[in-house]
Nanobody
């Protein structure tokens, strides 16, 4: 339903910051909760953060609370993930995701995702 295109990944030193962007196509972007997942080598894909369809609520994995911030600009059809104080264990492929449910405010599980981005590599060196 929604096509997602990610940008902003790359290589960063531990303690540094990156800002990921996810640009969405489609006329109903503002009706869907959005989120970010990540998958590290040899590990299962895990939830990182999500945001209510109108930006009113946000949810974070315990591992990133206080360091990452998710936001959205519905006028620009874009969701962001600001990543600060990066650690080597943050190294992963990061995926943008759109909820398949309209007007959802809950944390996104993989079963709730209707559209996935292609993934962008984030590598944090020590």
């Amino acid at each position: 339903q929604v096509q997602l295109v990610e940008s902003g990944g790359g290589l960063v030193q531990a303690g540094g910051s990156l800002r990921l962007s996810c640009a969405a196509s489609g006329r109903t972007f503002s009706k869907y909760a959005m989120g970010w997942f990540r998958q590290a080598p040899g590990k299962e894909r895990e939830f990182v953060a999500s945001i209510k369809w109108n930006g009113g609520s946000t949810y974070y994995a315990d591992s990133v609370k206080g360091r990452f911030n998710i936001s959205r600009d519905n006028a620009k059809n874009t969701v962001y993930l600001q990543m600060n104080s990066l650690k080597p264990e943050d190294t992963a492929v990061y995926y943008c995701a759109a909820d398949r449910r309209l007007y959802s405010s809950g944390r996104l599980g993989e079963a709730d995702v209707g559209s996935w981005g292609q993934g962008t590599q984030v590598t944090v060196s020590s």
